[in-house]
């Protein structure tokens, strides 16, 4: 313990050259670390105003929307979805929340932070919610906004139908709010067209940018519920009526950008428009494609089913007598390979294995097929660790 007289001894920063295979954050491009090691200008430079500029139109190419009120969110996935909720939801309003993951619980404590009321609709982790009954809450309840969550982290499913979902909503005047932190960049998503009011996201899944701003979009209706609060929005930091000063025309001070990270979130968008945003889905569908099929060849089960697959969140059960953190840890210390155990109702059944943005190549994919397969071999798992390999090029169509 030091005293306080003598400076503390700490070596330089040398972190380890990990290959980030989990739930995100994923490898990041070269290119998006230069950017953050580019020079610093003050929030309200005109050169970062150019550079805000770029950043509002990447991400309406990149969420495929015209929403003007399209921002990144100084913090993480959660301070967007905070800014979501927490502005959309006055007090007294009823919020209709899903339970068919770890997300839909946090989209719940946020809303009832924000004054609301919460009505639930279930489905089992591992589904995705059915149309049917989110019509039933709405037939049952007066829901002002609808909250679910298009990327289930937790538990590897992708929310179909998202277009029927919204409609119904819309048809009991309800605001529809989708998390797309693990869709936005390598799965299907097109906010305007599935009329989705608001969506947030991170910039760590499928954008790979280190975390620290996060993609929000607004459109009018969303907005104009927001400009027309009753009461001021519980959160200064995050009142958009207040942002919109800063990211809005006006571009005066509301707070200090966090301006590098903006810098990476350009950098890292303007990979995704080079790459096209249908070929980055279409990437994402193939090489996660090859993972899913290496692990099945192994023997291993998905917890999702091929319907609902979602492919930036690979969740793979653990087979019978394996010990899943025994394997995680495994595989950091002998591979420097982070993939990560299942969480709440799914804690020590899976692991979420992830496929994202730059991490998202047939390269890793046969880093984590092979090293999985040393790693439950070693445990003496029933598996066939020899046959995800040939699987893996079959599936991406190799010779
Ligand atoms: N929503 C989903 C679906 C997520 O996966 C996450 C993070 O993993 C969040 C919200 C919260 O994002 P963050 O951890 O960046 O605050």
């Not at 306080?4 to 995100?24: H, I, W």
């Not at 932070?113 to 639930?120: K, N, Q, S, T």
């Not at 692990?295 to 087979?319: C, H, I, K, T």
């Amino acid at each position: 313990m030091s005293d306080g007289a003598e400076p503390p001894n700490v070596d330089e920063l040398t972190p380890p050259n990990r290959t980030l295979m989990g739930p995100g954050p994923s490898d990041v491009d070269p290119r998006v670390l230069r950017a953050m090691s580019t020079p610093l200008v003050g929030h309200l430079d005109p050169s970062f105003i150019d550079v805000m500029n770029d950043v509002q139109e990447l991400l309406r190419y990149t969420f495929r929307t015209d929403n003007k009120w399209t921002i990144p969110v100084s913090g993480t996935g959660s301070a967007a979805m905070e800014a979501a909720i927490g502005n959309l939801v006055e007090p007294g309003d009823t919020m209709l929340v899903p339970t068919n993951g770890y997300f839909g619980g946090r989209m719940a404590d946020m809303a009832q932070r924000a004054g609301g009321d919460i009505v639930e609709v279930h489905a089992p982790w591992g589904e995705p919610l059915d149309p049917t009954d989110v019509a039933a809450a709405f037939d049952e309840h007066d829901i002002d906004v609808f909250g679910f969550i298009h990327a289930e982290t937790s538990t590897g499913v992708v929310q179909p139908a998202v277009p029927e979902l919204t409609s119904i909503a819309h048809e009991s005047d309800a605001l529809v709010i989708a998390d797309t932190v693990t869709s936005i960049g390598g799965v299907e998503l097109r906010v305007d067209e599935w009329d989705i009011d608001v969506a947030y996201a991170g910039p760590q899944k499928c954008l790979s940018c280190p975390p620290g701003a996060s993609p929000l979009t607004l459109n009018d209706a969303a907005m104009e519920k927001v400009l027309n609060r009753a009461e001021d929005a519980r959160s200064w930091y995050l009142d958009l009526s207040l942002l919109e000063g800063y990211w809005g025309e006006e571009r005066a001070y509301h707070h200090t950008a966090p301006i590098t990270n903006v810098y990476a979130l350009r950098e890292a968008l303007r990979l995704v428009a080079e790459e096209g945003i249908e070929e980055r889905w279409a990437r994402h569908r193939r090489v996660a494609g090859a993972l899913k099929a290496g692990f099945q060849a192994m023997g291993l089960e998905m917890n999702a089913s091929d319907e609902y697959w979602l492919p930036s969140l690979n969740a793979v059960r653990v087979p019978d007598g394996v010990d899943d953190g025994a394997v995680i840890d495994y595989l950091l210390e002998a591979y420097d390979l982070e993939i990560a155990s299942g969480l709440g109702d799914l804690e020590g059944e899976i692991w979420r294995i992830g496929c994202m943005g730059h991490s998202a190549n047939p390269k890793n994919v046969a880093y984590v097929l092979s090293a999985l397969g040393d790693a439950l071999d070693r445990q003496g798992a029933d598996i066939d660790s020899e046959a995800a390999i040939p699987a893996m090029h079959d599936a991406l169509g190799d010779d």
